[in-house]
């Protein structure tokens, strides 16, 4: 048996080793080119200016956007960004570092659960799919706070999981480090860290009748902790601004929830395509997965089970939906999955073979899907080049692959479709994204700002941009909808940093000299309705930055 036969065969194996290893490994592809693209619009953006405000202004209590208020979020993801942005300074990848580093460290919490849990071999499969998974892989290498929001809650529901098995010698090390993550997750995304954590162990308890459990929780030390390490921010916030109350826990959480006030609305069916596209290649091994949770009737299983369907069902009751919501069940997910696969192989795992010729065929469709994209979309910006090395490593991966298959290795199988979906996920989204980048991006006009002219007011024509302060490094007037800073808008002292188009016709009339980033459509309605001539100082994809002098 050669090494990397053995190394993902053995069910023995020290866990330095396996750490290791996928550190190495999975630190590579989650870190690698990891500055290259400019902040995506809009998260991207937002969730860097608001760090990058934190630091200017000296205030890690009250965010900040654009200098305003800005209270639709908790501090967490703020806090960590800002400590990247204060060590690698203001660029891409100090603002996509944390996310990428808690996306590295979901992988590893997903081994250490796996094989405490099951054994090290589901452990290494589990990691090996999480890491590899398509939608993890590529979300957890953007500024995303639903990555931090993911590795907070797995390592709060695993230390529960861990705490409540009969035999566990550390249940108050292990029941203390759940009520901690769960304080993190609530610092992370709010009001979820208690309600999805808890419905979980409650529908955990009410399924397999393990009351007896709440004896054993810690319940008084426990909640002590959660209070100690949660509630000084929320505290601190409110008395620093008594409207944060009413805006962060109705407005942001209820009404949310409940109404379509954000208009975010999707059906309900719409996270179905989510974690099916999410988990490729694992996709197809998802009725192995269901299949072997059904028929063990493994309390450990039901649990990760009901990790998935409690988040799934929550998220798809909400009327706002947006695609990296359903993060946080990836790593259950991949626990199901490595435990299924480990156990098959132990079998015949003749009942892989059909996922496994589905799992191959879709490599060869996507190869082929990358190789046509220019052509199909006609554009010809998008880097023919990275298509095409797209395309040669699903291509490739796909008839590696199907040699593996037709001489019956199946870790080398298995190893090689988390190695193509790795690579993909690196080469594939500059790719994907090329257009909306070009489309939405200031960051080369805000650059031109920030070098050349420092001083000048800058104002965003039409609605606000979210990355345009982060690049040019200075507040920016609103000409236009407010959106999201609207709240913050009307606690505005200074009118003038928030106007509609007859007053931003009028600045630009004055002998005072303004920037302006504004959309190539409607910098020929401005030419229009102004006497004063539009000077262009330059063009990046669909926006323009002009001056009035």
Not at 309 to 320: K, P, R
Not at 367 to 376: D, H, I, K, R, S
């Amino acid at each position: 048996m050669n090494p990397i036969s053995g190394f993902f065969t053995n069910k023995e194996g020290t866990a330095f080793r396996d750490v290791v290893v996928i550190a190495a490994v999975f630190g590579f592809f989650f870190m690698i080119f990891l500055g290259c693209l400019p902040l995506r619009e809009p998260d991207e953006g937002r969730y860097a200016e608001i760090p990058r405000e934190m630091l200017e202004r000296g205030d890690v209590i009250t965010p900040h956007l654009n200098h305003v208020k800005y209270f639709e979020k908790p501090p967490l993801h703020y806090w960590v960004n800002a400590m990247s942005l204060s060590v690698f300074g203001r660029n891409e990848f100090a603002a996509r570092f944390p996310s990428a580093l808690l996306g590295l460290g979901g992988v590893l919490l997903t081994y250490f659960f796996g094989r405490r849990i099951f054994g090290r071999r589901e452990g290494l499969y589990s990691a090996m799919i999480l890491g590899s998974s398509l939608g993890y892989l590529v979300l957890g290498r953007m500024n995303s706070i639903d990555m931090t929001l993911t590795f907070c809650m797995t390592a709060c529901l695993g230390f529960f999981l861990l705490a409540s098995r009969d035999d566990e010698q550390r249940k108050g090390l292990f029941y203390h480090l759940f009520y901690l993550f769960a304080a993190l997750t609530v610092l992370a995304k709010g009001l979820i860290g208690i309600v999805l954590p808890g419905g979980i162990v409650f529908m955990y308890l009410l399924f397999t009748k393990r009351w007896r459990l709440l004896r054993e929780m810690r319940l008084v030390t426990g909640s002590f902790l959660f209070f100690v390490v949660c509630a000084p921010w929320f505290v601190l916030v409110s008395l620093k601004n008594p409207e944060f109350p009413r805006f962060f826990f109705i407005h942001e959480h209820f009404e949310r929830f409940l109404t379509k006030v954000h208009h975010r609305y999707e059906p309900p069916w719409f996270f179905i395509p989510v974690i099916l596209l999410g988990l490729i290649p694992w996709t197809f091994f998802l009725p192995e997965a269901l299949k072997n949770t059904w028929k063990t009737r493994d309390h450990r299983k039901l649990y990760l089970a009901l990790w998935v369907g409690v988040i799934f069902v929550f998220f798809s009751a909400s009327s706002s939906k947006l695609i990296p919501y359903l993060l946080p069940v990836f790593p259950a997910l991949a626990l199901l999955l490595g435990a299924a696969i480990s156990e098959a192989f132990d079998r015949d795992a003749s009942s892989l073979r059909g996922y496994f010729i589905a799992a191959v065929v879709f490599l060869f469709v996507a190869g082929a899907g990358f190789a046509l994209y220019p052509v199909m979309t006609a554009n010809p910006k998008i880097g023919l080049t990275g298509a095409l090395l797209t395309a040669s490593v699903f291509l490739v991966g796909g008839l590696l692959s199907l040699g593996s298959l037709l001489k019956g290795r199946r870790e080398i199988l298995f190893v090689l479709l988390g190695l193509t979906s790795c690579l993909a996920g690196i080469l594939g989204p500059p790719v994907i994204f090329a257009r909306s980048i070009e489309k939405k991006s200031t960051r080369e006009l805000a650059y031109i700002v920030r070098d050349h002219y420092p001083d000048l007011p800058l104002v965003s024509y039409g609605h606000y941009r979210q990355d345009l302060p982060f690049y040019s490094g200075k507040r920016v007037i609103v000409a236009g909808s407010s959106g999201e800073l609207e709240f913050g808008r009307k606690l505005e002292q200074d009118p003038g940093w928030f106007i509609d188009q007859p007053a931003f016709y009028s600045l630009w009339e004055s002998p005072r000299q303004i920037l302006t980033v504004i959309s190539r459509n409607d910098l020929a309605l401005l030419r229009s309705v102004v006497e004063t001539p539009v000077r262009v100082i330059a063009v990046w994809g669909e926006t323009v930055l002009i001056t009035n002098k």
